[in-house]
């Protein structure tokens, strides 16, 4: 049975929590004196409201969490969290459209970056600054977070670490998991205030730096401008923003034994960063070399550029410095070669993960020795721990589905009225959290073009590509809600 008042007690914690967040931007419109002030106090009151009978509801639950409950409460974390996020928009006025002030929330959660926006210079200072700060909260996790505080009910947050943490398999850094979402909150923050202040050393104000800081952490790409990092001209400002996109794609457990253990070594010697660090390095000196032969830039803007929009796609963070659909066609199709890839799990990224990409490269590998010796005894495996058949056919049947999902959304897309090209670049940006495509959907380009059905459609998929397929498409199964 599905613990529903445990549940409904943890929903009602996380809008006491976004009304917090909520209340800030009321204080940031107050400030500035701008006329969202109304659309922060009713969307603060709105979600308090729906949070108190949520927390009534769950009185007395049960003290367990099973991993049925797990996959439910994180769904409906991002869905709840996604309702109640895109009030703001919808109240002031600034999104009237009910879809689009969905999409638009939704894309912050899931750190997407798409955007239905065409002049995002229009928005108040509080809008712009909960756009970004939508990223950052579903960057590293809302359950993430509300695993640091679960201990509050009595309850351990394991099953919902399981469900939300990226990747085949995750790290517990501590022995206890609350501790160590507490250690991964104190990293994320860290990096967000360091990098605020380089970007404020570049010459950008307090309140930019703030805002791209932490859709940078998250790997999100929501920027306060409409051209993105491209309009601060700033070579600086690009250096330090790929930095920190390519450190926010390691895993944030490997980032905790550097910072805090200093152990350099084993960031140095874990197969996931060392395939992390190649394909970045080998996409970014590809696309250098296509673009000094076929672009007039020269070397150093050429490796600024191309390494900025390796790591922006590859981290699945979506900034932009160029308008690469002006590029040579054969680097387009880098840019969604360089989408399937993601970074690594337990990351802010979307994407397949590298991890995945290793354990699969390794299995075809084996799979050619056994042709020539049929009897060996190949393991596969990682960090010189063999990697269980367990894991093994997870991650195979992940990529099997993500092809699926990939194939189905390209096909129903396509019905839906889109041509060939952007129905596949609009269902991979959704499905990897990407934002940025080709076509309508380019880096020049709002996804406000879109069918009202495209967007929905691009929301299931944000949606299902942040929680890792399995923990939403389980959801869908009737096998699920059975009582055993």
């Known amino acids: 049975m599905i613990n529903w008042k445990m549940i409904s007690k943890i929903m009602g914690f996380l809008l006491f929590i976004e009304a917090g967040f909520l209340s800030l931007c009321t204080a940031l419109s107050i400030f500035y004196k701008e006329p969202d002030i109304t659309a922060f106090i009713l969307s603060t009151l709105l979600t308090i409201a729906a949070g108190i009978p949520l927390s009534y509801a769950g009185k ?4 367990k969490l099973s ?8 769904t409906f974390a991002w869905i709840i969290f996604s309702l109640f996020g895109m009030l703001p928009y919808y109240i002031s006025g600034y999104i009237p459209d009910l879809t689009n002030a969905f999409f638009e929330t939704m894309s912050g959660f899931s750190t997407t970056g798409a955007s ?15 756009r970004s700060m939508t ?16 201990p509050i009910f009595g309850v351990g947050g394991i099953q919902l670490f399981a469900a939300e943490a990226t990747g085949p398999k995750f790290d517990k850094i501590t022995p206890r998991i609350d501790v160590t979402a507490k250690w991964i909150w104190i990293i994320y923050i860290a990096l967000t205030i360091t990098e605020t202040l380089l970007l404020m050393l570049g010459g950008l104000s307090l309140f930019d730096s703030v805002c791209h800081a932490m859709s940078t952490t998250a790997t999100g790409g929501f920027s306060t401008k409409q051209d993105s990092i491209a309009a601060f001209h700033s070579p600086y400002v690009e250096y330090v923003i790929t930095i920190f996109m390519f450190l926010s794609g390691i895993n944030f457990s490997l980032l905790y034994l550097l910072f805090l253990k200093g152990s350099i070594k084993r960031l140095l010697s874990d197969s996931e960063v060392r395939w992390y660090v190649k394909t970045v390095l080998i996409f970014t000196t590809i696309i250098t070399i296509g673009l000094l032969i076929s672009s007039p830039m020269g070397l150093e803007e050429a490796f600024r550029k191309s390494s900025f929009l390796v790591v922006s796609l590859q981290t699945t963070c979506g900034y932009v410095t160029d308008d690469y659909m002006l590029w040579a066609p054969p680097l387009w199709m880098l840019t969604t070669i360089i989408t399937y890839c993601g970074a690594c799990a337990g990351s802010t990224s979307g994407g397949t993960k590298c991890i995945r990409a290793v354990i699969v490269a390794r299995i075809a590998k084996n799979e050619f020795m056994h042709i020539l010796h049929p009897n060996a005894v190949l393991p596969v495996k990682v960090n010189g721990t063999s990697v269980s058949s367990t894991t093994k056919s997870t991650v195979l049947a992940f990529f099997v589905v993500f092809i699926m999902l990939v194939f189905l959304g390209w096909f129903v897309m396509m019905c839906i009225g889109l041509d060939f090209d952007d129905a596949y670049s609009v269902v991979i940006s959704s ?14 380009f709002s996804w406000n073009a879109l069918p009202d059905a495209a967007k929905w459609l691009s929301i299931v998929y944000m949606l299902i590509g942040r929680l890792e397929l399995f923990t939403v498409l389980l959801l869908l199964s009737p096998a699920f809600w059975k009582k055993r």
């Open 60 to 63: 007395n639950a049960e003290r």
């Open 135 to 150: 990223q950052w909260i579903g960057g590293m996790g809302i359950v993430i977070f509300t695993i640091a505080v679960l």
């Open 67 to 74: 991993r049925k409950d797990g996959y439910v409460a994180v």
């Open 431 to 444: 499905l990897a959290n990407v934002g940025p495509g080709i076509g309508m959907c380019g880096p020049s």
């Open 116 to 130: 239905i926006l065409d002049d995002i210079e229009s928005l108040p200072h509080a809008l712009l600054f909960w």
